[in-house]
T-cell receptor, first 118, second 116 residues
Framework: GAVVSQHPSRVICKSGTSVKIECRSLDFQATTMFWYRQFPKQSLMLMATSNEGSKATYEQGVEKDKFLINHASLTLSTLTVTSAHPEDSSFYIC??????????????FGPGTRLTVL | AQTVTQSQPEMSVQEAETVTLSCTYDTSESDYYLFWYKQPPSRQMILVIR??????QNATENRFSVNFQKAAKSFSLKISDSQLGDAAMYFC?????????????FGKGTRLHILP
């Protein structure tokens, strides 16, 4: 089946630093990837839709200058949390849409990245 | 805008028994997908079952089945012969069939406890 990986799985950083999270589709090409944020005991909240070769589409209320998204290839999207603060601490999950093969138009989720900002 | 509502924050069921998780949604579209996702303590999202709105037949996957009532906009999940490994957070989700609007909208989730 289609596999999506995220790196790192956990990251701890100091307030004011920037953190980059990678999302990779390992065995399929993903023209579209999605970034979610999940607070403890809450649901997934879509932050942005990342399209290969073009600018990301951000959901209302999400600061695009704070959460930089780059989708430079068909297998890689990155989320950079700039000047991170403790309130950015959360669980970040990506998903990738497979437009080919047996799982046409299906979305597959990465294992998530836990960000802790001290 | 589409919304997904799960009115049961937590549920418990005895091992080997059957449990039903409720979900309602709101949309003005006629073509869409509905999903149930499981999120165990590892927090990896796992697709449990999927239903295309144009299909009248309820989807089933082994011990998991849905009761899809399109007119009532209801999409419940039935888990038969509950097992300890079924303990997790379950999210009901909606996705438009439109490729240009294929973001997934999640409900708030139901935490399922399995009692041994």
């Amino acid at each position: 089946g289609a596999v999506v990986s995220q790196h790192p799985s956990r990251v701890i950083c100091k307030s004011g630093t920037s953190v980059k999270i990678e999302c990779r589709s390992l065995d399929f090409q993903a023209t579209t990837m999605f970034w979610y944020r999940q607070f403890p005991k809450q649901s997934l909240m879509l932050m942005a839709t990342s399209n290969e070769g073009s600018k990301a589409t951000y959901e209302q209320g999400v600061e695009k200058d704070k959460f930089l998204i780059n989708h430079a290839s068909l297998t890689l999207s990155t989320l950079t949390v700039t000047s991170a603060h403790p309130e950015d601490s959360s669980f970040y999950i990506c998903s990738a849409r497979d437009l080919t093969g047996w799982s046409y138009n299906e979305q597959f989720f990465g294992p998530g990245t836990r960000l802790t900002v001290l | 805008a589409q919304t997904v509502t799960q009115s049961q924050p937590e549920m418990s069921v005895q091992e080997a028994e059957t449990v039903t998780l409720s979900c309602t949604y709101d949309t003005s579209e006629s073509d869409y997908y509905l999903f149930w996702y499981k999120q165990p303590p590892s927090r990896q999202m796992i697709l449990v079952i999927r239903q295309e709105a144009y299909k009248q037949q309820n989807a089933t996957e082994n011990r998991f089945s849905v009761n899809f009532q399109k007119a009532a906009k209801s999409f419940s999940l039935k888990i038969s012969d509950s097992q300890l490994g079924d303990a997790a957070m379950y999210f009901c989700a909606y996705r438009s069939e439109q490729e240009r609007d294929d973001k997934i909208i999640f409900g708030k989730g139901t935490r399922l406890h399995i009692l041994p």
